[in-house]
């Protein structure tokens, strides 16, 4: 049983980081890198402060900081007073970010079809499902 976990480890390690080269390959054709893509896309509903969306990305708040400050620096991102913290500013998608956001997710779009007809989506969902009873065991343990 411990064998079958450590090679299940191993491969969700090597998984993630083949989507991180892929998510960077993905992000680059709009000139973007993954870390701006998941940013933007994380704050594109309501729109977060920084500490929010760290959260949400589980990375630290600085990580994030510093890419929404491009963001804001590129016009992809603004700042918006936040009723709820005068000294946290909730950051949204200007109409320049939407339209990148819009562009990065079609290409995702196209490159998650071929993979999804490469492997078949029997197998995406038998191991999402797999990836989330694991997920929800390891959670229960802190």
């Known amino acids: 049983m411990a064998d079958e976990m450590a090679m299940l480890v191993a491969d969700v390690y090597e998984l993630a980081g083949l989507l991180r080269r892929s998510g ?23 729109g977060l402060t920084v500490p929010q969306a760290a959260r949400r ?18 016009l ?13 500013p909730l950051c949204r998608l200007t109409g320049d ?6 562009r990065i997710n079609k290409i995702a779009e196209v490159e998650n079809r071929r993979l ?5 989506a029997e197998v995406l969902k038998a191991t999402d499902r797999g990836v989330r009873s694991v997920t929800s065991a390891l959670r229960g343990q802190w």
């Open 24 to 46: 960077e390959a993905i992000a680059a054709r709009e000139g973007q890198t993954q870390a701006r893509w998941q940013f933007l896309s994380v704050i594109s509903d309501d």
């Open 57 to 74: 990305l589980g990375v630290t708040r600085q990580a994030v900081q510093r890419v929404a400050n491009e963001l804001v620096d590129d």
């Open 76 to 88: 992809l991102v603004e700042l918006a007073s936040n009723p709820d913290h005068r000294t946290s």
């Open 97 to 102: 970010g939407r339209r990148i956001l819009a």
């Open 116 to 120: 999804t007809q490469a492997v078949g």
